[in-house]
């Protein structure tokens, strides 16, 4: 498989086996996934959800089992993707937006729960401190806002000691080594992980003042914030 050209292009073809290569390729992907349901807040009942980079829509299809009668809309840059989500939520209610993050207005004061799964990690710093103030804003009050991802800085000196164990992990999936070659390709080309420590305290600066981390191994971990 080769890298394509933009974010759009990579996840229409990445769209295919979605799944199970993210389940080969992320280390403990299915509890991250399942984190975005395991810890919420007691008696939480979110009316309107936002998922952003909905992918193929495991995250939402997760919280629909919780919440069906919820109204969602879920965002991803891939038409693919999208196309993969219209067809898995025929029966619910449910808004799809083709659009990047940055040019994306979200609507102020209005969702409970906004999520994001492993979608994070293709925004650089600045682009994640300027998300978080927008997620803020578009939440209402007692909202929460949750996301799994890799959370490690590229330049921090434990990143090589994270790339090898990952290796072990992938190549242990796929053992001829083709599926690790092309995931580090997409990796240089579009990925920016920042450490957990630092999105914590952009949450913080977004006006976030309860932030936790309910799941974390190594650095994949899920982050959990609530506009109080
Ligand atoms: C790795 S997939 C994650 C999908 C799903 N949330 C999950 O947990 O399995 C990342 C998704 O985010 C979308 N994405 C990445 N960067 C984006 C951006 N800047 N704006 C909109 N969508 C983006 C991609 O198209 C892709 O579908």
Known sequence: MRIEKNIEKEFNVFSKDYTSDMIGCVPHYSKLVSAFTS??????IPKYILDLGCGNGNVTSKILQLFPESNFTL????????????ARFKTYKVKYVKSYFNDYRFKSDYYNLITAGFSLHHCDSEEKKSLFKRIYKSLKKGGVFSFSDLM??????EHSKLLKEWEAFVNKNFPDGEKWEWLMEHYNEFDYPDDYTDQMQWLKEAGFTIINLPFKENY?????????
């Open 39 to 44: 810890y919420l807040p007691k008696n939480f």
């Open 75 to 86: 965002l991803d840059a891939s038409q693919e993707m999208i196309t993969l989500c219209k």
């Open 152 to 157: 490690v800085n590229k330049n921090k000196p």
């Open 220 to 228: 994949w971990i899920n982050i959990q914030a609530v506009k109080s």
